[in-house]
């Protein structure tokens, strides 16, 4: 089916779905799916609207200035409409580790991700031929630390290039610099290996061990300035016992590693998250 | 804040939801939460809609017709419209087995339901203890094999005199007739020992050791005239191992049966499940 | 059945195994559980050993005597030796929050609990009625700033006297001082309403919202001087998202509250647990 | 570490443990992971012992004979002793799909299996791609209708010369027929995508989708002569909504049923598991 999927927050008052939903039948398009929230605390109205285009009078060309007029009418209203097709190109970043990726790939063969496997780029060679089993283009730029700078620009060249939509960091073992972060604000999703805000930075498993909690986990989100202080996409756990020692908790973490951030890209390809401050609403 | 909560499904088509919106708008009603859903296989439109009544033009009596005129252009519309306030009146039925009721009782007493504990109605009288200490009026209602019919119109007679609106079985051991069903069809709740279809009728956790299963559940359902077939409304699970006997089965499905009950009561409290068919649509 | 748990630990060497279920068998107890665990980190050997007493030739006074003779074998050997009777004794601790200790006290009730509930002490009268329903003695001990030590002290005379085995606190509002947290080490456990080591101290679910979390825990633990710092025993989690407010989190965390700390009881009840460090070792 | 594990089962009497633990200690083993269960309701002793074999006096070819005098002590003692090294060899049979072959063919990769992955077997050729790029042999042997009996006796063929200790049926579409059965009793792993004992036979998420259960699930057992009735290794279930569609379900389950799969397979491998009757006891 041809749709088209309209994500909006703004301020909150009376008439905003009777607005947006009218403008969407006016033009011959029909509702399949509306999900709409307000944050009473904040005042902010949100909704993710999808229609079908079958019948739809106005061109996708047509369509942004249409809502833009819209809009308007709405205090301080952001939104974006996306369509169907073509796919959205994902980009995955990876370092040596090769769960992520494997999980990913595997996934977009067998149709589960709305989107297009255009890229992986690698800091190590070492997934190369993963990739190339799958059929995606593996691009190696290593990334030293006096040449981190040049690297980023050659990386960030290599997406526009690539027109690409989403940047995947799967287990990728780099910080992501500042000039990067702020050209792809809300489009880079981080798989980071503990239950945040438990755990941040390196050896979170370690960490777990050494605490001695009966639960590990994983989160999935928009990589930001501050190290693993983004917006939170999705969250796993898993049970473990006094019995599971690091090399367990890795093993285990895995599991949830890649669920969480395959549910993550899924959730962002099909245009379901909308970042607010340093939350997300995401319409599930 | 007062509210309406409008829930509603038809024959899906081009513009329901701009024109129920409009309605709500155009008399000055504030959506405040809308979820809807298109079922693609049967092309059935669900909707709920909850509105801010703080400037509506119209009054509580007068939205029905209003309604009323708008649903008429939809093919095959169901729809209610139920008010924050007066909370709906629940009675709960009940036989000896106690975690259910006192779970609801607490909740209630907590305020997490969003009704009224009006009722405890017990075909054995070991609960009334407990209803008086939360306060609650308990009925006696002896139920014999011989005596069934008359005790359930005993059971109906009741129910209406005290104008409740739903109709809760917790743990209640007994099977409901055809009649009282009929005329509760869509508001009585039954919590049931199994994860459903698993292990229908008596004794599911001894069915679940014998069968070995490493898994348990409990099932919130409406009653229908067919034992344990009715839509079901939430589900959950936990594990088990072969160190649970019947006993620890039991304990343990305690604890998933009173979650599970109260969920369900809650979800249909806030007026979020619409049933169809024999699935419920589930607006949480 | 009658019967006796041990629960040991000491540096791990060949033959403890052997050793001690030959020390069970020579006296006619028959094992009927055994847990065993040996940390390869710590090279640690840890032990639950649970016999039939019934033809036991050794009688209980005399058991501890046995079983030191044959703990002198090993190096550095900690042990303790329980009896399923009498039941240990258990003093709630409690503010004005409810939901914990109606939750134990339900449990207790219907049998799930090892134990004997023998006193619910309070910093303020809130919460008398609900234990005497269950008939339970209930202490009004009221806690201020400046008089803090002497109500302890009042407490701790409490404890003694009534034999307590277990002090439990149930959502009880007041830092437990560093004189009674010594003398009653690995015997006081308490439920922190965040999954730790997240959102330590005040407020947790407030923390929660605020980083916009999308699963919530709450964590049963050891008390030790520092705050929620004592070793853990069991956590859970419950999953949340955007429409869940503050309120919502306090709701839906008591959930997890009541079962995560009801389990901790029980397995400490059971002889389940041995403190090892600033981590637990829960046979379950 | 170089180790031993025995697994046993025997009707319960005094001195089991002792005498099976004095065998190990005796010849210089030390035990590192021990867990017994008694099955009280059929008076059953299970036992899992491992020990480190480094300062073994006996040989490993002189274990199981001492071992066999050891047992002839206890009533209808069942026993196997397996080593650490050569790692068991595993065939997994496979269809068309591939996330369970692709699932085991990663993990192992990673050394998350206690196994060698020896041969890969399928009744179709689109998964031999699969199996190569992970180094593993694919086997092609088509079963037709009128041809099945012949096509097993190959398979078995297949298998003995391979050497392979464990069958993994990975969502292969086939039934085996009961010769193979009979030779491989306990010793196949088959995976069903439904939360057994509900939805036995075919399509059993399209089955879920008709009765609108809210939680689906998978489920791993040992191959039995009756369909889907073997012996329960290990189950897995998530969450669904009115929202999933047949298909939706199908993804979902992808996710759980690679993941109970794999446990039960790691489960097997490391020797945790044992078939009492239709029911297993799982050292976990």
């Given at each position: 089916m041809n749709t088209a999927t309209l994500l909006c927050s703004c301020t909150d008052r009376t008439g905003i779905v009777a607005a947006l939903?009218?403008?969407v039948a006016e033009y011959g398009g029909n509702v399949i799916d509306l999900?709409?929230?307000t944050d009473s605390e904040t005042n902010q109205f949100f909704m993710r609207l999808v229609w079908d285009l079958r019948?739809?009078?106005l061109s996708r060309d047509d369509l942004p200035d249409a809502m833009g007029i819209v809009a308007k009418k709405f205090h301080n209203m952001h939104w974006s409409i996306s369509f169907s097709t073509p796919l959205p190109r994902i980009a995955v970043f990876v370092s040596k580790t090769q769960h992520c990726l494997a999980d990913l790939l595997l996934r977009?063969?067998?149709g589960e991700l709305n989107g297009e496997m255009a890229l992986v780029v690698g800091n190590h060679e070492d997934l190369?031929?993963?990739a190339e089993h799958f059929g995606v283009p593996f691009v190696y730029i290593p990334v030293h630390r006096e040449g981190k700078e040049k690297a980023e620009l050659e990386q960030r060249a290599l997406l526009s290039e690539n027109n690409i939509d989403l940047v995947v960091l799967a287990r990728y073992m780099q910080i992501v610099g500042p000039?990067?972060?702020e050209?792809?604000?809300g489009r880079i999703i981080n798989i980071h290996h503990s239950f945040l805000p438990a755990f941040v930075g390196a050896k979170p498993y370690r960490q777990a061990r050494t605490r001695g909690v009966k639960i590990i986990g994983a989160t999935a989100h928009y990589v930001t300035a501050e190290l693993d202080q983004g917006p939170i996409i999705t969250q796993g756990v898993t049970g473990v016992s006094h019995r599971d020692e690091v090399d367990d908790l890795i093993r285990k973490g895995r599991d949830i590693e890649?669920?969480?951030l395959a549910q993550a890209v899924r959730l962002h390809l099909e245009r379901r998250v909308i970042v607010s401050g340093n939350r997300t609403v995401v319409f599930s």
């Open positions: 939903t009218h403008f999900d709409q929230h019948n739809s009078a977009h063969q067998m190369a031929d993963l000039g990067f972060v050209e792809w604000a890649r669920q969480v």
